[in-house]
């Protein structure tokens, strides 16, 4: 199992920025793809970010020329910087890992969330 524990949610005023971390812990695994999604209420989650282990990155339209992921292979850790915020982009932030053991199996996990809310 993948352990993932997220950082940085909060409140900001729109064209604000916040940076979102999202440290992978366990044993013996390797992280293939990395990311974000988030949730508000009355709506399914959304991907908003992800990036895979060769960094490669998708984004959702919407956050296009205004966010940016990265990782830290080395310390198992996705980032997610988010520039001029806008209301919409309220919501709940879960990171979202899909992994395979280094002794075999795989998996997905998904962390605790954590809420960003950006006022107008």
């Known amino acids: 199992q993948v352990h993932l524990v997220e950082s940085g949610g909060g409140l900001v005023q729109a064209g604000g920025s916040l940076r979102l971390s999202c440290a992978a812990s366990g044993s013996s695994f390797r992280i293939n793809v990395i990311g974000w999604y988030r949730q508000v209420p009355g709506k399914q989650r959304e991907l908003v970010a992800i990036i895979t282990s060769g960094g490669t990155t998708n984004y959702v339209d919407s956050v296009k020329g205004r966010f940016t992921i990265s990782r830290d292979n080395a310390k198992n850790t996705v980032y997610l910087q988010m520039n001029s915020l806008k209301p919409e982009d309220t919501g709940v932030y879960y990171c979202?890992?899909?992994?395979?053991?280094?002794?075999?199996?795989?998996?997905?996990?998904w962390g605790q969330g954590t809420q960003v809310t950006v006022s107008s």
């Open positions: 979202y890992a899909a992994w395979e053991g280094r002794l075999g199996g795989r998996g997905e996990n």
